[in-house]
């Protein structure tokens, strides 16, 4: 996986700015480790830097179609193309010639011979900027469901991109600003931010499925790719063997790596079906066992369960390990670490995140690094197969507004009255939640109640599942880890996206579908295990310490924090005991503290200026 950025400018000769485009480059070192690369022309400048996975002699980019500045096309390109062998088949049977093995170059080609249509061929995880200076314009492209991210900032003459914030941020012509929007987007909706919105004041990303155009004057935004409602005719059984067929494909094209490779294994059904089907499929091919990481914490025995988090995963780590054979490592995450993880954190998100859910997520990833280049995850089952407790509650499905918001506050409560006036939190919430219903595509004469939870799932799966895709990328990519997601194949999306309810959860039961799909995979007790989330540690210490600097802000007559927020709001309910309210939906007793102390950090360390 890689890190990709760029400038488009139609007035600047581009040729002369060099250490501005290395420097632009040089913020996404994490990404990609192993090289780096600058291509110049007149209006258009790439850089590059690459973590080597496939073809590790013959993937350097910038990846041109000819020599020098004149080349026709450039390719600046982060992903992981799963059917780039038959997709490379295809265009040499067309005439192409191909240099390298890389998926990168099939890529290119691949938008040689068929233009804007290309992306619509593809099966993977990617973001891209393609210069085609035929005619003088800029692609930017990226995946189906936005596994990988992509900004871009458009300025009076042109146009700015990067992978990450941070490498539009390192170029003079664009600000770190936050205005009513943002604070809208980082307070009122900071568990499933608005697709499109990069927070900062005129930085956009590229959404999920789709295009951008730049040319000279007009900048041109195209899907190339969406969920179509179409009647379900299988039966129980078909649908069964389907998902599984799919699902293990999906699995199985994504072990291709030149690299090492393992398993992320939380003990629920979802990880535990893709490190079966990694083990299974790597036992047919005669390779080795397949390694398997889980992360835990002191005490985390001693932790009451809620709706969210309903079992501790080790015991069931332990046995989904055992009976599949994995190689399996659990990584302890002390309370100290997790302190000393957080300003690592934020710099990897360029934005006010999950707190210590970050920072232990971080801390896995980077044992995890330090054995394997590639891991497989089960993210997104809950978001396909309707796993979440909102799916299965009934006042958060007909509620009027995004399901995991019913009954919840969020930190805009804590808004100053005047910026409250100028952001309008409520009307912000609601007219995003309209919005979002008004993109769903329904399915004529469906039933009130199957048409209601395809909306619920359309809401998870393009306003929930974007942020905990991006969480994943941009911290596992802050150690150079790259993080593929089988579940997120569009193929397995598709199909299940017209299931009925009553098929995917039978008798009731949450991820039914799933559980019977892959039975024969697992012992029973991980199978039949209740959804439990992400694990969030008892953090006490963890707890102490932000209380400590949150005390610390409210005696600070300049914390930037409190131009946003109420300060006496924050010190009664302090000194009350009572939590501040939260932007995770999951109970944590420490989120709203995490998100008021890192909101501060943020303004100070990207010297954000309020509009």
């Known amino acids: 996986m890689c890190g990709v950025t760029g400038w488009i400018d139609w007035d600047t000769d581009l040729r002369h700015q060099a250490q501005t485009v290395r420097e632009m480059t040089a913020t996404l070192a994490c990404r990609g480790p192993d090289a780096d690369g600058v291509w110049l022309s007149r209006h258009a400048a790439f850089g590059h830097r690459r973590l080597s996975v496939i073809d590790l002699d013959g993937g350097a980019q910038p990846l041109a179609d000819g020599p020098g500045p004149d080349a026709g096309a450039v390719l600046c390109y982060n992903g992981e193309l799963y059917n780039h062998r038959e997709l490379r088949a295809q265009l040499e049977a067309l005439g192409h010639v191909f240099r390298t093995r890389s998926d990168t170059e099939v890529v290119l080609r691949a938008h040689l011979q068929w233009g804007k249509d290309a992306p619509t061929r593809f099966n993977g995880i990617f973001a891209y900027a393609l210069w085609d200076a035929r005619y003088e314009e800029l692609l930017l492209v990226r995946d189906h469901l936005g596994i990988k991210p992509l900004y871009w900032h458009a300025h009076p003459t042109g146009v700015l991109f990067g992978s990450e914030p941070k490498a539009v941020l390192a170029n003079p012509l664009f600000r770190a600003e936050l205005d009513a929007e943002g604070i809208a987007e980082l307070f009122a909706l900071p568990a499933a931010p608005s697709a499109g919105h990069g927070i900062f004041r005129g930085l956009h990303e590229v959404r999920p499925g789709h295009l951008v155009v ?108 055992e009976h ?171 199909y299940l996206w017209n299931v009925p309810w009553a098929l995917k959860a039978p008798e009731g039961r949450a991820k039914g579908l799933l559980r019977d799909a892959v039975r024969d995979l697992l012992p029973p007790q991980v199978t039949d295990r209740p959804k439990s989330g992400y694990p969030s540690t008892p953090a006490v210490r963890y707890t102490e310490v932000l209380t400590a600097r949150a005390n610390e802000l409210l005696a600070d007559p300049n914390a930037p924090v409190f131009e946003l927020v109420d300060r006496e709001s924050v010190r009664r309910l302090l000194a009350e005991g009572r939590p501040l309210p939260s932007p995770r939906t999951a109970p944590n007793p420490v989120g709203g503290l995490d998100h008021l102390v890192q909101v501060d950090e943020w303004l100070r360390a990207y010297r954000v200026a309020l509009r």
């Open 214 to 321: 730049v040319g000279r004057g007009a900048t041109r935004e195209f899907r190339y790719w969406r969920l179509e409602p179409a009647e379900h005719r299988d039966d129980a059984g078909t649908t069964r063997r389907t998902v599984r067929e799919l699902l293990a494909d999906a699995v199985e094209r994504q072990l291709i790596s030149d690299v090492p490779l393992c398993t992320l294994l939380s003990g629920g059904v979802d990880s535990s079906a893709v490190t079966a089907l990694a083990a299974t499929a790597r036992e047919r091919a005669g390779q080795g066992k397949i390694a398997s990481f889980s992360v835990d914490f002191p005490g985390s025995a001693d932790r009451t369960p809620d709706a969210w988090r309903t079992t501790r995963d080790a015991p069931y780590v332990a046995a989904a390990a």
């Open 324 to 494: 599949i054979g994995t190689l399996h490592t659990t990584v302890l995450v002390p309370d100290d670490d997790l302190l000393d993880a957080r300003d690592a954190v934020l710099r990897a998100r360029d934005r006010p995140g999950w707190g210590e859910m970050d920072a232990s997520l971080h801390l896995l990833f980077r044992e995890v690094r330090r054995r394997s280049t590639v891991a497989l995850s089960g993210e997104a089952a809950d978001e396909i197969f309707g796993g979440y407790p909102y799916f299965h509650d009934a006042a958060a499905v007909h509620a009027p507004t995004f399901p995991w918001l019913h009954g919840k506050a969020t930190p805009a409560d804590l808004l100053r009255p005047d910026v409250r006036a100028e952001v309008r939190p409520e009307e912000y919430t609601a007219a995003a939640y309209h919005r979002s219903l008004g993109e769903v595509s329904r399915l004529p004469g469906e039933p009130a109640g199957d048409a209601r939870i395809r909306e619920v799932f359309h809401l998870a799966l393009t306003r929930w599942l974007p942020p905990l895709l991006d969480r994943v990328d941009r911290v596992s990519m802050s150690v150079g880890l790259e993080v593929r997601v089988p579940f997120c194949d569009h193929r397995l999306v598709e």
